[in-house]
């Protein structure tokens, strides 16, 4: 989108945010399931941009399809992820998996945080794009973590792997749209910031299992962890940003082992009465009986999905043939009465199908099916469970999730398209002194991530925006690029569209109000601390 002159008065910001504000009311003091909330959302957007801003019909059509090609960016691993979802359960490996990880460690605790925060913030690395939601949220529910307590965690704990993950792609498309003098710089500082939600998100899901006499049992493990996340993606970032996260988090995970020797995190807890995210353990004849298949057969999705990722990510010869096939579709120039102008694009967003997430969740899913299948695991299970279709259970869970997601992204191209995102972004700083636009830079890049679901979306969407406000108000370019680096990430635990990813896989779609309100203190809190933090750089550098 290039430059133009927005109206940043009182009316016209009010009527930007208005969109965006009705979303959150719908879903959590009306307690609106996501598919009502997002179309009126969208709705309140496109009649805000045709009678406040000037935009044409045509330059609305042209927003909503922009939309829909980005909904299905994300819908490309939606549905995968609920086949491989469907492909595991129906085979009874979520059984299997349950069972055999209560016998390998007695600490609960210590088995929900290495899934939350260290497994997922290893998929983020390497695969991102919603893959660490849809494959750990069912694993947190496996090993008996209520449905609600899981999309939070699920969404939260990796929040903080979202702007270095996928081998930095978001890294990456801010180098696009910001020019930076000291690029080093820009990678530490946000590495620095990002140490907040990264220590946080461990902490909320230790808050969450049993407020505060787990934190007083865990609180070595979450700073243990924390460090070695954190603090190690700031380290290689100094030197290969693209991989610091899914370095760090590998390190994590090989930690894992040696931690769960540590008595203290290999005994079950003791003192802890109340444990609000677990579920009621009933002894019943159906739980009492012996799996269908091994611990090692259970895990076997997530082995196969993180070689088959690897395979196509690490080997060059195997990524360039394959990125080769890509897809996008063409849009012609279109533009507002305030001159917010898009230019024709011949590729739209171009899509590598065969390197996409959802494509590598997609032979995953082929794989284990074909695998389990052959094992006769489908047949046994039947005879202890009530077996449903894998493909009607798929259509009952993707279909309703895709709704909202789409309606997520059109609101947010036309928020875009009409300009209504300069005027929130221009507005904030117009009325900013400039220590605390510093302040607040990282609440922008958090609402870019809010309105997309992706901290590689927000960075191209504000990145450029933010360092010119940044220079603008004679403040470090690379300093602003952090905070809003740090927002683009810890805003995804309030984004709409990984919100409903979650709900859909967890089969409790209609709580996205629920899970919201456990996650927005938490993204409040965050936003203060990251606030307070670049204005000590500021000061400081």
């Known amino acids: 989108m290039e430059a133009a ?8 910001w009010v009527l930007a945010v208005l969109s965006i504000v009705a979303l959150l009311v719908f879903l959590v003091p009306l307690r609106w399931r996501a598919p009502e909330a997002g179309p009126m959302a969208m709705f309140t957007a496109a009649i805000v941009a045709l009678v406040a801003f000037r935009t044409p019909w045509e330059t609305l059509a042209v927003a909503s399809g922009k939309g829909v090609w980005d909904a299905i960016f994300i819908l490309y691993v939606i549905w995968p992820a609920l086949l491989l979802y469907q492909v595991t359960k129906q085979a009874g490996a979520y059984d299997a998996l349950r069972q055999g990880i209560s016998r390998f460690s007695q600490n609960e605790l210590f088995i929900i945080l290495a899934l939350s925060w260290v497994f997922a913030s290893f998929l983020q ?9 849809a494959v750990v949220v069912p694993l947190l529910i496996a090993v008996g973590v209520k449905p609600v307590y899981a999309v939070v965690m699920g969404v939260v704990a990796h929040a903080w792997a979202r702007f270095y993950g996928t081998l930095g792609v978001g890294w990456l498309a801010t180098l696009q749209v910001a020019y930076l003098d000291n690029i080093v710089r820009a990678a530490v500082e946000a590495s620095f910031l990002i140490l907040i939600p990264t220590y946080l998100g461990g902490l909320l899901v230790v808050w969450l299992y049993g407020r505060g006499p787990a934190v007083r049992h865990a609180w070595p493990l979450v700073l243990i962890l924390g460090t070695i996340l954190g603090v190690g993606q700031l380290l290689v970032a100094i030197l290969s940003p693209e991989l610091s996260t899914f370095l760090a988090a590998a390190a994590a995970l090989l930690a894992l082992y040696p931690l769960s020797r540590w008595r203290r995190y290999g005994d079950p807890i003791q003192g802890i009465r109340e444990r609000p995210a677990m579920m009621e353990r009933a002894t019943s004849s159906s739980e009492e009986t012996a799996p269908v298949m091994s611990l090692a057969m259970s895990f076997l999705p997530y082995v196969i999905l993180t070689v088959v990722t690897l395979s196509v990510l690490l080997i060059p010869s195997l990524n360039a043939l394959m990125r080769d096939v890509r897809i996008g579709l063409p849009f012609p120039t279109v533009e507002t009465g305030f001159g917010v102008r898009n230019p024709e694009i011949a590729r739209y967003a171009p899509i590598a199908p065969l390197t996409h997430p959802g494509a590598m969740l997609l032979v995953t899913a082929l794989v284990v099916w074909v695998i389990y299948r052959g094992c006769g695991y489908y047949h046994k299970w039947a005879q202890h469970r009530q077996a449903e279709s894998i493909w009607s259970a798929l259509l009952v869970d993707a279909v309703p999730a895709s709704v909202p997601v789409i309606a997520f992204l059109v609101t947010s191209r036309i928020l875009d398209h009409s ?13 900013s002194p400039p220590l605390v636009f510093a302040g607040v830079a990282s609440v922008i890049g958090a609402l870019g991530a809010f309105m997309t679901s992706s901290s590689t979306a927000s960075n191209v969407l504000f990145g450029g925006v933010q360092a010119s406000v940044a220079q603008l108000h004679g403040l470090s370019t690379e ?8 927002g683009s990430a810890y805003g995804n635990a309030i984004a709409p569209a990984n919100i409903v990813l979650g709900t859909s896989i967890a089969g409790i779609k209609g709580q996205e109000g629920a899970v919201l309100r456990h996650t927005m203190p938490w993204t409040v809190l965050v936003a203060l601390l990251t606030g307070l933090a670049t204005i000590f750089l500021i000061l400081m550098l």
Request: proline share 5%; net charge negative; charged share 5%.
């Open 5 to 12: 002159q927005v109206p940043v008065d009182l009316l016209h």
């Open 125 to 133: 690395g390497i695969a991102g794009f919603g893959a660490p939601v």
């Open 419 to 431: 300009g209504q995102t300069l005027t929130i972004a221009y507005g904030i700083a117009a009325v």
């Open 479 to 486: 300093t602003v690029i952090a905070a809003q680096a740090a």
